[in-house]
């Protein structure tokens, strides 16, 4: 069975643009999680999203979205990049919402110039 | 607060030799742990985790933890290391209320002399 994919793998992008993540989590997980990971630093929380609706947010800006679809991927956007948003985003997928272990995805590593 | 720590930031120890990576945890109640490792570019691989009952843990690749409530502490340890296990380390809590998440420690990055 596949395990979490995210795309793509890396992604250069200019201050103030706009990129978009993408994350298939494993099959028949209903729950997606997005973290990230700047260099020299654990994963920060920064979504969860279970059965298509918002069920956490960490402490990021609004400039931070996210959604999932019917088939349970995902996608993080994220619009007026700043140079402090380079980082390894993480994608987790679990089968429900509580007390059971994530799957990390091998990111994506978004650089900003 | 909710909080994570992992005191040591880069830990040196030779092939064949013990290791034990120290991480501490600030939570209201007794959480969920984990420890994770990862490669250089790599996403997290789960060494092993802690929910409830025995307090020593088994995991992948010879690594055992143990929960021990008084200190607030869940320490990584391994009889005798290998080059191949050289790679960061992330211990991580993971919440039971709300909304559910991983709030991880800063890491420890091992290297493993020959």
């Known amino acids: 069975d596949a395990g979490v994919t995210q795309s793509p793998t890396h992604l250069i992008k200019t201050r103030g643009q706009h990129v978009t993540l993408r994350c298939s989590p494993i099959?028949?997980?209903?729950?997606v999680s997005w973290y990230q990971q700047v260099l020299g630093q654990g994963p920060q929380f920064i979504f969860q999203y279970y059965e298509k609706e918002e069920r956490g947010r960490g402490n990021f800006p609004d400039r931070f979205s996210a959604r999932q679809f019917p088939n349970y991927s995902s996608e993080l956007n994220v619009n007026a990049l700043l140079l402090g948003d380079s980082a390894l985003y993480l994608c987790a997928s679990s089968i429900g919402t509580g007390g059971e272990k994530l799957f990390f995805g091998s990111g994506t590593q978004l650089s900003v110039l | 607060a909710q909080s994570v720590t992992q005191p040591d930031i880069h830990i040196t120890v030779s092939e064949g030799a013990s290791l034990e990576l120290r991480c501490n945890y600030s939570?209201?109640?007794?959480?969920?742990l984990f420890w994770y490792v990862q490669s250089p570019g790599q996403g997290l691989q789960l060494l092993l985790k802690y929910f409830s009952g025995d307090t020593l843990v088994q995991g992948i690749k010879g690594f055992e933890a143990e929960f021990k409530r008084s200190q607030s502490s869940f320490n990584l340890r391994k009889p005798s290391v290998h080059w191949s296990d050289a790679a960061e380390y992330f211990c991580?809590?993971?919440?039971?209320?709300?909304?559910?998440?991983?709030?991880f420690g800063t890491g420890t990055r091992l290297k493993v002399l020959a």
């Open positions: 939570y209201g109640a007794t959480p969920y």
């Open positions: 099959s028949g997980h209903k729950s």
């Open positions: 991580a809590v993971g919440t039971t209320s709300g909304t559910y998440k991983y709030i």
